[in-house]
């Protein structure tokens, strides 16, 4: 079960301004918006896949985003696309998970993942 959002610890990195990040047992929560609870609740399987699909950089599938979904784990079956300012991913057994980030959110991600600044998280 999820933990109240009052009981995180959430950490702010220079480099993602506008995102928090906080562990949560075995999932990372990532909060953009004002509301009490964390937009997003990622598993932790789901969260290394997706770091080290980000850390790939330029050798990655996250390099050039378009509306095309475009494959970034075999193992999850992660999917990932962008279209109306949004990053669309989804993962599990055909797909059936997905989130959609904003896309200056999803870079502020990818920033604070590509500089360790949340290696803590999972490390």
């Given at each position: 079960?999820?933990?109240?959002?009052?009981?995180?610890?959430?950490?702010?990195?220079?480099?993602a301004?506008?995102?928090?990040?906080?562990r949560?047992d075995e999932?990372?929560a990532?909060?953009?918006?004002?509301?009490p609870?964390?937009?997003l609740?990622?598993p932790?399987?789901?969260?290394f896949?997706?770091?080290?699909?980000?850390?790939?950089g330029d050798?990655?599938?996250?390099?050039?985003?378009?509306?095309?979904w475009?494959?970034?784990?075999?193992?999850?079956?992660g999917?990932?696309?962008?279209?109306?300012g949004?990053?669309?991913?989804?993962?599990?057994?055909?797909?059936s998970?997905?989130?959609?980030?904003?896309a200056?959110?999803?870079?502020?991600?990818c920033?604070?993942?590509?500089?360790?600044?949340?290696?803590h998280?999972?490390?």
């Amino acid at each position: 079960m999820a933990s109240p959002p009052d009981q995180l610890t959430w950490h702010r990195p220079a480099v993602a301004p506008d995102v928090a990040f906080a562990r949560d047992d075995e999932t990372v929560a990532i909060s953009y918006t004002a509301g009490p609870a964390p937009d997003l609740r990622i598993p932790g399987a789901v969260w290394f896949a997706l770091r080290a699909e980000i850390c790939a950089g330029d050798r990655g599938a996250f390099r050039r985003l378009t509306a095309a979904w475009t494959p970034w784990t075999p193992a999850a079956g992660g999917l990932a696309a962008e279209w109306d300012g949004h990053v669309h991913l989804r993962y599990g057994y055909l797909g059936s998970h997905h989130i959609k980030i904003p896309a200056p959110v999803w870079r502020q991600i990818c920033a604070a993942v590509r500089t360790g600044a949340i290696n803590h998280l999972t490390d």
